[in-house]
Nanobody
């Protein structure tokens, strides 16, 4: 079975850092891109970052650019999201999702939930002010 498990969330103060992990199983890891999404209370789910499995190309939402870094470890079948300089507006449940292919035809595909076919339970990130 396809599984994606996000972990690493927690409570952190403004300006702090966290590293989220997305552990995967049940599919050929090198054939699918992975994206991170988040949903804050009362807000719609939004794309945060994604990484292509074919060439390692990555994309970031403007709101996190320069603060978050996505990376992938093929041996561990895990995608990471390093989050620095966290702000209260980063508070949300973070989810990782499997994209329907190994690379993105466009940046918009990275942030479109409809292009993803599997996702797992999220991990809560709370940034206190």
């Amino acid at each position: 079975d396809v599984q994606l498990q996000a972990s690493g969330g927690g409570l952190v103060q403004t300006g702090g850092s966290l590293r989220l992990s997305c552990a995967t199983s049940g599919f050929p890891f090198d054939q699918y891109a992975i994206g991170w999404f988040r949903q804050a209370p009362g807000k719609e789910r939004e794309g945060v970052s994604c990484i292509s499995s074919s060439d390692g190309r990555s994309y970031y939402a403007d709101s996190v650019k320069g603060r978050f870094t996505i990376s992938s470890d093929n041996a561990k079948r895990t995608v990471y999201l390093e989050m620095n300089s966290l702000k209260p507006e980063d508070t949300a449940v973070y989810y990782c999702r499997r994209y329907s292919g190994s690379f993105y035809y466009s940046v918009s595909d990275c942030f479109s939930p409809l292009q993803y076919d599997w996702w797992g339970q999220g991990t809560l990130v709370t940034v206190s002010s």
